[in-house]
């Protein structure tokens, strides 16, 4: 059967003109999404054709002439009900196949101006698409009343409709994040995305609140170009900005690299963050005050001062500072040009009463003066006031960030504003990870002598971020002028500069060293010369890793930092560092299990919480083998079949066997019983368990899970003067499932027997340490601790 479709105009001019428009090179921003809009409209125009009682309506993005190349068409055939459903059905399809034959996705319906209306009434973002409805063809009357009847509606409606808005817009950014903080954000759906934007155009057409508009319609339309430019690239409807397309989206903005793309979408998505919450707040302060405007004229009785008008209460907080209407503004006598410590009394007064800064509190005090060099003590004072108020903390440096006040009063802190870490494991850009490290300082200031160098270090540790060189190294020269210019005496200066140079010391050591080794210690001491300063460090040490994300820190790496910070403080408190170069006689435990094994010709396995006390999801698992070839990759091996996730190893022989000690978790669900475990190591030790098979299967499937990805290549170094007792391998790598396994029948290859072994997982990246000796026990020489190193990157395809 042939399907009757309508005759249409001829699209190849419209497609043709698409095509030149669009390929090439087309124009930038929005001249590129006005040019398409128009084309589109007097293409859809002329096939509307002449029509009576009709009306051609777009609506959405398309009402807006905001027509990026990849979008929707938005349209709406509005009917006055005169010619009839047979007639307007044909109507309809005369409009709708030609745009379904050129491939362009369409959003569309068919109404009268009631329907529409009542359409509106009951779904929000009808009523949202028809704010924007602009006239294409057909009858001008019909649309232009479709307008009003919308904007009237929108109006009255307003008091009940904004509350569902902003509801809308809350659930929608708990379901896809921010923007600004997201490494593949939407440039669409995420909160300060264009559908925010949108929503501050609907919150402003209610003309109950309207938005802040400097750098509003700018934000908005780098976004736009961005969207374009991804359409552009990839030839696709997305709004996703994934990793793999940046570097192509940034070409065709004429950017840099994919950090200068990021950078500028997040400086835009903050400009629309805090609008929205500016504006948001004023909606419930309006609502707030309608709802109790009637109460209030009842119990005055029509009185309230001039014209029935009731002054707002004004409480004092600090000099200069008042709370109004839930918020924190400038006493009428405050003169932010004459007070240049203002801007910092008024944020620390809002932070510790967990207020809002007012917005136009902010921008009179962005004209505030120039604080003195050094600055005066009261400066200081409120900074570390404001740095310790813990969660609101972030809403008010926010506020001040938004108008640049920040930046004024430390001048480093725009090389870090809105730069992106490309680590999955941190989930913040840097500056608003030091903001909330500086949250996280605060809750273990009691725990620490000085707790204003802990929350000043805590908001200058990672400043070094973005320069040249190590961030630490580079930070800390940073951290020494701004403590200098700050106020701080020079002994003060120089123990922040040290907690700036050595923040990653403590976690870095302590997951990645033995701890019995007294160079692990040394390593600290030489480092950290005081007990307070070090008291200083490992609160730092957690509040960093508790703001960098959850994968930074956990019950096993909080035991293993204070393990080595008692150590540490033991050793400067003068006393003496055991120069153990062996490990002790075999406990009475684990005589017996190595007898066991000897007995029996096979594996004995304990498994149960670990021996110094119970951790968080952690097991000890210890196995006796007779001493053997590839002990270590078999183990690993099985471990890593049964999703056990190492994070330190031991090995010792006992009596012509060998110990292994594992730290271990499961990845997720029961761990496996230690019979399961013995089971398949007898297997895998024997050959009849393939476990180089069943990993690689395993690999494939999960490289399959994340193909188009590109990792950097692992790498394998030499860490000098590591130990005295051993030679330290450091492998830095991509996880994987059966790494380990890898790695050990790498360095079984090569020769060496491994001490001890330090595993470190950071989100999908390891550091592991290795603890390796020649057969007779000694550290190897340099060359050959070189070739070892070469040949194990080489094995793991670096």
Known sequence: MTENRPTAP?????????????????????????????????WLAALLGPAQGVALVAVGGYGRGELSPRSDLDVLLLHDGTTGADGIAALADRLWYPVWDMGLALDHSVRTPAEARKAATGDLKVHLGLLDARHLAGDPGLTAALRTTAYEDWRAQAPARLPELRELCEERAGRQGELRFLLEPDLKEARGGLRDATALRAVAASWLADAPREGL?????????????????????????????????????????????????????????????????????????????????????GRGGRGGFVEPERIPLAEGVVEQDGEVVLARTARPERDPVLPLRA????????????????????????????????????????????????????????????????????????RPQRNPVHRWTVDRHLVETAVRASALARGVGRPDLLLVAALLHDMGKGHPGDHSRTGAVLAGDVAARLGFDAEDTAVLTTLVRHHLLLAETATRRDLDDPATVRAVTDAVARTSTLELLHALTEADARATGPAAWSDWRASLVADLVRRASAALAGEPVSDRTEPGPPTAEETRIAGEALRTGGPVVVLGPPADGPVADALELT??????????????GVLALHRLTVRAAELRAAGGALLLHWRVAAEYGAPPEAARLRSDLVRALEGSLDVEGRLAEREAAYAGRRRGTVHAPPRVTVVP???????VLEVRAQDAPGLLHRIGRALEDAGVWVRSAHVSTLGANVVDAFYVTGPAGAPLGEDEAAVVARKTQESLGG
Do not use: F, N
Not at 25 to 32: I, M, V
Not at 401 to 412: I, Q, T, Y
């Open 623 to 636: 196995v006796a083998v007779p001493d053997g070839p590839g002990l270590l990759p078999a183990t690993a």
């Open 721 to 727: 003067g590591g130990s005295r007792a051993a030679t």
């Open 10 to 42: 001829e699209p190849d001019g419209y497609a043709a003109a698409r095509l030149r428009l669009l390929g090439g090179r087309p124009p930038a921003g929005a001249a590129l999404r006005t040019e398409l809009a128009h084309l589109t409209d007097r």
């Open 347 to 418: 944020a620390a007064a809002a932070a510790q009463a967990g207020l809002p800064l007012s917005r136009h509190a902010v921008r009179r005090m962005a004209g505030a003066g120039p604080l003195p060099v050094p600055w005066p003590a009261e400066a200081r004072e409120q900074l570390v006031t404001l740095l310790g108020a813990g969660e609101p903390t972030i809403a008010v440096w926010e506020a001040l960030e938004a108008e640049g006040v920040v930046s004024r009063l430390l001048p480093e802190w725009e090389h870090v504003r809105c």
């Open 217 to 301: 319609e700018a934000a908005r339309a780098h976004l736009l170009d961005a969207r374009d430019a991804l359409h552009l690239a990839t030839g696709r409807a997305t709004d996703r900005l994934t990793l793999q397309e940046q570097d192509q989206v940034a070409t065709r903005l004429g950017l840099a690299d994919a950090d200068a793309l990021l950078r500028g979408v997040y400086e835009a998505a903050r400009t629309v963050t805090y609008a929205a919450d500016v504006t948001w707040r004023e909606v419930g302060r309006v609502l707030k005050s309608r709802s109790g405007r009637p109460r209030l004229r009842r119990i005055l009785g």
